[in-house]
């Protein structure tokens, strides 16, 4: 007996048995690509398991799902405010929760958009220099342009301290225990559109140190949980135009996922923590080192930051739906 063209997920869709999909990166931040122009596909948190599944499925730390904004009901307020912002990035974590946003995930979703032909991000000097290609997600509309070098730079939009000035003041409104540590430490709650912990760490040996195997326990926890990043501050220097760059080494333990060897918002999350720490005076600029490369965040003026870096597509193919595992 041969096995059918179609499959069926536990609410009933069907869809096609071989699934096309796209694999990326952004500094080594992985995800599976789904192509849905059609509204189709029902991905069912199970289904999303079974792609970011490293050894039965695809593998990646996230799988995004390119849909018309139009078609995803949660986000009709955000059209009426942005009609250019057509297509939407569905963002699930490997574990198949939802996450509102992906800094390294929305720069592979532009790359993947370029690909299949559905919209481009401007060039440098390209139409007025606001000129940016407005992408929909769950935490509001991200504006993309293109950089030299193949990286993209995104307006992520704004971003607070949830412990306000209080926390701003003290530097601190969590404690975090890390694994391979030896002292629980104090922390920051920074949000980009999603949930992060920042905690500073004395130097790289401490950082190495840490075993992010196991998920940190964060005090008190947010109840959507967050994502926790550990960094040591590298200093700051004047960049060749003058302008001061601060620099950070960072880890992280993504909710959702677990370590993973880059993550976007969380260095825009750490970037904002260390400069809240310097006090006045501080860079807006940063270079965040992670595992996986280096990405750039800039504090803008109008109280929004912006997330820098490369994305990479590196496999296309088709999953036999009927051989993974989505139980
Ligand atoms: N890796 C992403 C963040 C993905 C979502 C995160 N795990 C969450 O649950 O908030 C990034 O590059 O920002």
Known sequence: MTAPDVVRTAAGAAHPRLLEFTKGHGTQNDFVLLDDRDAAL????????????????????????????AAVPEAAALLEREPAATWFMDYRNADGSVAEMCGNGVRVFVAYLERLGLARAPRPGEGPPTAALAVGTRAGVRYVRAEPGGWYAVDMGPWHLPGGDAAAVAGYDAEVDVAGLPVTRPALSVDVGNPHTVLALADEGELSAADLARAPQVQPLPPAGTNVELVVPLGEQAGADGVLVGRVRMR???????????????????????????GAGAPDVWLVDVPGGTVRVRVLASGHVELAGPAALVATGRVDLAALAVA
């Not at 199970?46 to 490293?54: I, K, M, N, Q, S």
């Open 42 to 69: 029902d991905l069912t948190p199970a289904l999303v398991r079974g792609l970011a599944d490293r050894r039965a499925g695809i593998g990646g730390d996230g799988v995004i799902r390119v849909v018309p904004t």
């Open 252 to 278: 992280v333990h993504e909710r959702g996922v677990g370590e993973t060897r880059s993550c976007g918002t969380g260095a825009c999350a750490a970037a904002l923590a260390v400069r809240t720490w310097a």
